[in-house]
């Protein structure tokens, strides 16, 4: 934190925290310190973490007395090990006590906040994921918090209500409608919709109103809900294109549950999840995980982070269903500007089948007498002869193909 934003917004909030813990005099350091003696007290690490507002802890002693000095051998953002010697304040002894609660207050919570920041952050790592922070903060805390959020690693989203447009259920209320609410705000602004499950004949005036518009009702981990959104995307599939979205719903994947820290393991197989990724995707819907992202396991991060399918959700990709019956269905997919070109063979029964699919049929495709393609999620490579392919898929699995 610089010196001018430390005067003229961390200043005055410092001393009124001073002033909570002092309201008169600090009578334990009188009783004990009735006079000024210079001394000396080590900053120790009490646990492993990221450190962050080590100018705010020196602030506040220096704001006690001017002459107090501090050395710091490590800086905000570097990770701190426990027993570690993070510095040293030298002063007046009566200072040393009296700031001492009030300015391990701050670097405590702010380590915390940076330090949580900084596990998610490293689950991103490779990702083109931004962390971003709330508004939700400690009142009056708000520009420690949000540093603390930095230096974890993570960006700010809005520091206060004057630094953009954020239309919530009250804004909409109090203008009359959705409709009123976003032309009084004169801003551009993606609207999503919770109607669920949106109804195919009203999709016109999703198309005029809205960004985004739930297709389903809530989605959970069950793959009684996943296999009816093969229908669901048939339905709507002709209805995707650039800012015109149908929502199928957030992602159960990881630790998932309906409230905090009752988190479960996501009732999916493997298969159903790459199953539900790979229709998501292909059929473009918006992409959305409601988890908790520090106990993800690196199977799951791997299967959100494959870019490979993330790049099909793209404006540039076509999705439509090529064939579908009770037992499996075949979905296809193109890129108009590369030529890009997938096929998706997902197995809906509860057994392991063979499912063949004729290439020829695909509008958007030209397929060569021997095409050579490559199934993303095992990474084989296999050559579709003559236009057809025939593949062993796993009981609600997927094998999904990629050429050029």
């Not at 518009?213 to 009684?224: E, P, Y």
Request: net charge negative; charged share 30%; with cysteine.
């Amino acid at each position: 934190m610089n010196e001018i934003t430390m005067l003229t917004n961390a200043d005055p909030l410092i001393r009124m925290a001073l002033a909570e813990d002092i309201t008169s005099e600090d009578i334990s350091t009188n009783a004990v310190m009735r006079e000024a003696k210079q001394g000396e007290v080590d900053l120790i690490c009490k646990e492993d973490g990221i450190i962050a507002g080590l100018s705010v802890f020196k602030r506040v002693f220096t704001l006690l007395d001017a002459d107090t000095e501090i050395t710091f051998f490590c800086q905000d953002g570097d990770e701190v090990k426990q027993g570690q010697k993070m510095g040293v304040v030298r002063g007046d002894i009566r200072v040393l006590l009296s700031g001492e609660r009030t300015a391990l207050n701050y670097l405590q919570r702010m380590s915390g906040i940076a330090t949580y920041t900084n596990s998610i952050t490293k689950l991103l790592a490779g990702s083109k994921t931004k962390l971003l922070d709330t508004r939700k903060t400690t009142p009056n805390n708000r520009i420690f918090e949000k540093y603390a959020v930095k230096a974890g690693g993570g960006y700010n989203h809005r520091y206060n209500l004057s630094d953009g447009v954020l239309l919530k259920d009250n804004h909409i209320g109090a203008a009359g409608s959705v409709a009123k609410a976003i032309e009084k705000s004169q801003r551009e602004i993606v609207l999503s919709l919770s109607p669920g499950p949106a109804r195919i004949e009203r999709a016109w005036h999703y198309e005029k109103y809205a960004n985004m518009w739930r297709i389903t009702d809530d989605f959970w981990d069950d793959w009684k809900l996943l296999a009816p959104m093969f229908w669901r995307c048939e339905l709507w599939q002709n209805h995707v294109e650039e800012g015109s979205y149908p929502d199928c719903d957030m992602l159960p994947l990881g630790k998932v549950g309906k409230g905090f820290r009752e988190e479960r393991s996501t009732k999916f197989t493997k298969d159903e999840q790459m199953t539900m990724m790979t229709l998501w995707c292909i059929f473009g819907s918006p992409l959305m995980i409601g988890a908790e992202l520090t106990q993800m396991d690196p199977w799951t991060l791997s299967l959100l982070t494959k870019e490979e399918i993330l790049k099909m959700v793209s404006n540039d990709f076509v999705g439509k269903q090529l064939e579908r019956d009770e037992d499996h269905a075949v979905w296809s997919c193109y890129n108009k500007k590369t030529d890009e070109k997938y096929v998706a063979y997902f197995n809906l029964k509860e057994e392991k089948q063979t499912i063949t699919a004729d290439w020829n049929q695909i509008a958007q495709f030209t397929v060569e007498k021997d095409q050579k393609v490559r199934e993303i999620w095992s990474e084989e490579n296999t050559t579709v002869e003559q236009g057809i392919l025939s593949v062993d898929v796993e009981a609600h699995g997927v094998k999904l193909y990629s050429c050029q």
